[in-house]
């Protein structure tokens, strides 16, 4: 007797593809897209779905999570200095004291825990998938995303006339790491000017990181180690407290200025 139901390849297919072109078609406008799945966007989307904000998180890679994996030097431990252990508490990731203010994990399980965490906030994801460009609207306001296949950028240059789409969205979050890849297009239109990050000084960086989180430009929202790179500021290393706290920040910086908006248009 047969286990499963009488289902073939017809089926699967069907709704797979149904399954992504009607969520596709429904984030073609979104509350906030968010530009990498790493710790810090992870957060931050978390926290805008719990509110009952229509998020989107785009990630070029085929997984999620970034570095949060694999932790410093290949080895997946993952360090927290306080206060940002509570991040762990909440999200119900056992970890240990390494020192006093220091505390560590396993990186598989706390980066498992934050997507899950995520998707059951109602986070949706766009894998394999790269941002090309910002979308503008009047008075240069980033009013969504322009992407492509992430395989798209493998392709030999003379087949590669592979035309991207937008997304539109009311505010964007670069949360992609040292790259700081949306706000760089807007440095390349010579709207904004980065720093670079600077050596590495963990004590200073993460606050630092946290302090600086906030709008860049109207529209655009930085969070995490893109911070570092359009301040100029101390890179951290492999300690992930600051990229949680400041993804924390982001959304709270996010809902201001949707409500903000809201009130505008009413």
Same mark, same amino acid.
């Given at each position: 007797?047969?286990?499963?139901?009488?289902?073939?390849?017809?089926?699967?297919?069907?709704?797979?593809?149904?399954?992504?072109?009607?969520?596709?078609?429904?984030?073609?406008?979104?509350?906030?897209?968010?530009?990498?799945?790493?710790?810090?966007?992870?957060?931050?989307?978390?926290?805008?779905?719990?509110?009952?904000?229509?998020?989107?998180?785009?990630?070029?890679?085929?997984?999620?999570?970034?570095?949060?994996?694999?932790?410093?030097?290949?080895?997946?431990?993952?360090?927290?200095?306080?206060?940002?252990?509570?991040?762990?508490?909440?999200?119900?990731?056992?970890?240990?004291?390494?020192?006093?203010?220091?505390?560590?994990?396993?990186?598989?399980?706390? &980066?498992?825990?934050?997507?899950?965490?995520? &998707?059951?906030?109602?986070?949706?994801?766009?894998?394999?998938?790269?941002?090309?460009?910002?979308?503008?609207?009047?008075?240069?306001?980033?009013?969504?995303?322009?992407?492509?296949?992430?395989?798209?950028?493998?392709?030999?240059?003379?087949?590669? &006339?592979?035309?991207?789409?937008?997304?539109?969205?009311?505010?964007?979050?670069?949360?992609?790491?040292?790259?700081?890849?949306?706000?760089?297009?807007?440095?390349?239109?010579?709207?904004?000017?980065?720093?670079?990050?600077?050596?590495?000084?963990?004590?200073?960086?993460?606050?630092?990181?946290?302090?600086?989180?906030?709008?860049?430009?109207?529209?655009?929202?930085?969070?995490?180690?893109?911070?570092?790179?359009?301040?100029?500021?101390?890179?951290?290393?492999?300690?992930?407290?600051?990229?949680?706290?400041?993804?924390?920040?982001?959304?709270?910086?996010?809902?201001?200025?949707?409500?903000?908006?809201?009130?505008?248009?009413?």
């Amino acid at each position: 007797m047969p286990i499963f139901a009488p289902v073939g390849e017809k089926e699967v297919t069907q709704a797979i593809v149904g399954g992504f072109l009607r969520q596709f078609e429904q984030y073609a406008s979104s509350d906030v897209i968010i530009i990498g799945a790493g710790p810090a966007g992870l957060v931050a989307g978390k926290e805008l779905a719990a509110l009952g904000r229509k998020v989107l998180i785009v990630e070029r890679n085929n997984y999620l999570g970034g570095g949060f994996w694999i932790g410093g030097y290949l080895m997946n431990k993952v360090t927290f200095r306080a206060p940002a252990q509570k991040v762990l508490d909440e999200l119900g990731v056992p970890y240990e004291e390494a020192s006093k203010g220091l505390y560590v994990a396993d990186g598989p399980h706390a &980066c498992s825990k934050l997507i899950a965490a995520a &998707c059951d906030a109602g986070v949706k994801f766009a894998n394999m998938t790269m941002f090309d460009d910002v979308v503008l609207r009047q008075g240069n306001v980033v009013a969504g995303v322009v992407i492509n296949w992430t395989p798209v950028s493998a392709l030999p240059r003379e087949i590669t &006339c592979v035309d991207p789409i937008a997304l539109e969205c009311r505010l964007v979050i670069d949360a992609t790491g040292h790259d700081a890849c949306v706000v760089k297009r807007l440095q390349d239109r010579e709207m904004i000017k980065m720093k670079g990050f600077g050596a590495m000084w963990v004590e200073r960086s993460e606050d630092l990181v946290v302090e600086h989180t906030g709008e860049v430009h109207p529209g655009l929202i930085v969070c995490g180690m893109a911070v570092t790179t359009v301040y100029g500021l101390p890179r951290m290393g492999p300690t992930f407290g600051g990229m949680l706290l400041s993804g924390k920040r982001a959304a709270e910086v996010a809902t201001h200025q949707l409500k903000q908006t809201h009130t505008a248009t009413h």
